[in-house]
């Protein structure tokens, strides 16, 4: 095979895709790729007057005036031959591991290699195909072709020629996001190297889990230069998502894990002491950070001035794909909006280190442990201090049996409360 790996995708303006697809896909492509030996990535764009070499990424235009998916038959042109062979990779394909493995799979690059239609058993299908060099399918197709015709081009492909591979028959680890005509697939399979989505939903709508962390994660910025963050995970006993919460902490912040039988504020007040962030968070040891909630957070507190921040987050159920967004009804409580109702989604609370320091920590004598923020922001606006908001979803909140707030008895929870509303009523 030539030393070279090329990647080939598509964009035809005007339709379901935008630049933003390619983006994410590139993010995907580049971040998972983990030999030295950079692959070369060539973009079909019917936006591109002329050839663009941008380093990582060669743009050429898209000539073909086919409409939609038709578009992608300049991908057989002879004039294509120069970049033979390639993978071609449709924009609407998650990259869950390195590309490299389905290089790998490509053991005599002379064949051509597509999808098996997941709908359609033995039937060709291109999202994922593999372009070999001085083929005479190819030139067959290219020369078949004289407009566009029906309504995907696969069919016209499928009477034209035959795949010598399908994918699917050399690995298990391409999966269809469609698990099924009624459900999608809400967790991604252990051996996943893609999943390719087709028709509705597109990436950017699927409401699932794992699919908005997969676009989170391209679209995340990096924590600017000199700011320190700590992120503090109190908790009991590891109830199974620990890793998952410690993995979700991106790299450059100080992570401090407080084990111990107390309380919850108990097991983050003793942990304090140890912070060296400029930032501190809480993570609970059953929930996630979004791949954006550092810096966007920081960015918030630092461009509005202010000593702590909220912002919106996704509830999920574990073991289901359901998810609940949640957005805040106020956006910058005071403490009369708060006394009236608790609009914070603790999850996604940010703090400065001087409000720790002006304050103390979380009250320990809440004997349950189910208030310890509510009353913390309580006294942080009743101090005067600036609660900022952040557009943003900043963590993932996990619904589960086992939570705190599920086994905690609803007359303990309300007492709670109130002993909290009664210190601070107007």
């Known amino acids: 095979m030539n030393d070279i790996l090329t990647i080939v995708l598509v964009l035809r303006s005007g339709g379901d895709f935008t630049f933003r697809d390619v983006e994410l896909i590139l993010y995907h492509i580049n971040t998972k790729w983990n030999s030295p030996t950079r692959p070369r990535i060539i973009l079909l764009w019917d936006e591109a007057s002329r050839e663009y070499d941008l380093g990582n990424l060669k743009i050429i235009p898209l000539k073909s005036e086919a409409p939609g998916t038709w578009a992608r038959i300049q991908l057989y042109s002879p004039e294509m031959e120069q970049y033979r062979p390639f993978l071609y990779v449709d924009l ?15 053991k005599d690059p002379t064949q051509f290699i597509t999808l098996e239609d997941f709908w359609q058993r033995g039937q060709l299908a291109t999202a994922l195909v593999w372009f070999p060099a001085k083929s005479d399918k190819i030139l067959k197709a290219w020369n078949s072709f004289k407009t566009s015709q029906g309504p995907r081009m696969d069919y016209f492909l499928r009477q034209v020629v035959t795949p010598d591979r399908f994918w699917q028959r050399l690995t298990d680890t391409i999966h269809d996001f469609k698990s099924n005509k009624k459900t999608l697939l809400n967790d991604i399979p252990l051996n996943a190297d893609l999943i390719c989505f087709h028709g509705k939903p597109r990436i950017f709508e699927a409401n699932v889990l794992w699919v908005v962390d997969y676009v989170n994660q391209a679209e995340a910025k990096p924590l600017p230069k000199g700011k320190r963050v700590t992120v503090i995970i109190p908790y009991k006993e590891d109830r199974g998502w620990l890793q998952q919460a410690i993995d979700s902490i991106p790299k450059g912040v100080q992570i401090l894990l407080s084990q111990g039988g107390g309380n919850w504020p108990e097991n983050f007040n003793k942990a304090l002491p140890q912070a060296t962030g400029d930032y501190i968070k809480y993570l ?16 918030a507190l630092d461009v509005q001035g202010g000593d702590f921040i909220h912002g919106k987050a996704i509830e999920f159920y574990n073991g289901s794909g359901r998810l609940n967004h949640y ?7 005071r403490v009369e909006d708060l006394l009236r109702k608790n609009t914070i989604h ?7 280190r001087d409000v720790f320091n002006r304050l103390g920590g979380f009250d320990e004598t809440l004997g349950k442990g189910v208030s310890e923020e509510y009353e913390f922001n309580l006294r942080c606006l009743k101090e005067g201090m600036k609660i900022g908001y952040c557009p943003s979803v900043l963590a993932y909140y996990r619904r589960h049996p086992l939570q705190k707030i599920r086994t905690t008895s609803r007359i303990e929870k309300i007492r709670e409360k109130e002993m909290v509303k009664i210190k601070y009523a107007l």
């Open 327 to 333: 957005t805040p009804s106020v956006e910058y409580p």
């Open 92 to 106: 609407d394909t998650a990259i869950i591991q390195s590309l490299e493995n389905i290089f790998d799979l490509v």
């Open 284 to 299: 609970h040891e059953d929930d996630r950070l979004s791949p954006n909630c550092i810096t966007d957070s920081v960015e």
């Open 346 to 352: 603790s999850a996604t609370l940010m703090y400065r």
